[in-house]
């Protein structure tokens, strides 16, 4: 595609890892907290946003919308997520022409959440087509589009989730974004992905901030998984503590999966971005980060 783009040219530089951020748009039509989030976060080197599609299937701002609003507003660029499960061909065709007339570049095509049990009264899934297949005929729409997929790097069989990340190439996807990285076989299979696909890799870094945040994300969330060693280590922890710990961890994942990704995702927990901005801050800048861990030398439990 022809469309020029910073973040696509730094994550093609192997010399950089650009960060693209995960930032949730509101559950509601007050933006100003969103927005605040947006402008802080480029403000500490955010090289584009990306904005869920209703993650967990529950109601949130338009993904495609918000995307549109950083970009009039703060001039951002932005990677909003589309799934399968709302819309038909007419509904998606007639979104994407809307987004490239407004300047979207990019597009990450998932097949999304199921509607949680409690919707299922008042709303159905509509998955007239997965995650490829959208992929297939996004593509051959023609339009100025970069296509991004997701890859679980926390699948129980990976490689059935490498070959259908190869079938996402055929289809289009010039990139992945894969779930968090907090085991060492995820890593694996991250080195593993290195070796296989053609496409660029976002490798996912989400901050736990909690002990009661750790075992959620263990027990409940589908496609994470947290190291049990890791959730013992929150146990205990304040605010401020399990803070700390977030900041090491996600170092560290930033740390292993340095050689094997083109750029970084940051996934911001509960809409702390300060948190986020201090991960970015402390990648980029070994000084900072030897400072954040004397901190955290002082505050761990």
């Keep these: 595609m022809e469309n020029s783009s910073n973040f696509w040219d730094a994550l093609c530089d192997s010399a950089k890892r650009p960060f693209a951020v995960e930032l949730d748009s509101p559950a509601g039509p007050d933006v100003t907290k969103f927005m605040a989030g947006a402008r802080e976060l480029r403000e500490h ?35 909003p997520h589309m799934s399968c499960r709302d819309r038909n061909w007419i509904a998606v065709q007639s979104l994407l022409f809307g987004f490239v007339a407004e300047g979207i570049e990019n597009m990450l095509l998932v097949t999304g959440d199921p509607v949680p049990p409690e919707y299922r009264e008042e709303a159905r899934g509509v998955y007239h087509f997965h995650s490829r297949e ?71 870094i989400l901050p736990i901030v909690s002990g009661r945040n750790a075992v959620y994300l263990q027990r409940e969330v589908h496609g994470v998984i947290v190291d049990d060693a890791i959730v ?70």
């Design 134 to 204: 959208l992929l297939r005929r996004v593509r051959e729409l023609g339009l100025p589009l970069r296509l991004f997929a997701a890859l679980n790097v926390n699948a129980r069989n990976f490689d059935m989730e490498l070959k259908l990340a190869r079938e996402k190439e055929e289809n289009g996807a010039v990139g992945f974004l894969t779930q968090p990285v907090l085991t060492q076989r995820a890593l694996d299979n991250l080195r593993k992905a290195r070796g296989e696909l053609n496409g660029k890799l976002l490798g996912g």
């Design 45 to 79: 080197g955010a090289e584009l946003i990306t904005v869920a599609d209703c993650p967990m299937g529950r109601v949130r701002a338009d993904a495609g919308l918000m995307a549109c609003k950083l970009r009039r507003e703060l001039g951002m660029e932005s990677l």
């Design 232 to 301: 013992a280590r929150y146990e205990g922890a304040d605010r401020e503590q399990g803070e700390a710990l977030a900041l090491e961890i996600s170092l560290a994942a930033a740390r292993q999966m340095h050689e094997l990704v083109d750029g970084y995702y940051l996934m911001t927990p509960f809409g702390r971005t300060g948190l986020v901005c201090r991960i970015m801050d402390a990648i980029r800048n070994p000084q900072r980060e030897a400072e954040d861990f004397a901190r955290i030398d002082a505050t761990s439990p």
